[in-house]
């Protein structure tokens, strides 16, 4: 997925960086806690957006 990411749209801060090309990065450098940060907050979009359209689809249990 970054890999891909980082071939079609690139890597440019504040244009075309993605929060996974943002986490590879930030692991590149050094900054490790940043890039776990970024993971968790990543996980918690997705978790979100998933309970989101299952409770609008009336599926409450997954």
Excluded: C, H, P, W
């Amino acid at each position: 997925e970054v890999g891909i990411s980082m071939m079609l749209g690139g890597n440019a801060k504040g244009f075309t960086r993605t929060m996974t090309t943002a986490m590879a990065l930030e692991y590149d450098k050094g900054e490790f806690v940043l890039g776990v940060a970024l993971g968790i907050v990543l996980l918690m979009i997705s978790f979100s957006v998933n309970i989101f359209f299952n409770r609008l689809q009336g599926r409450d249990r997954v």
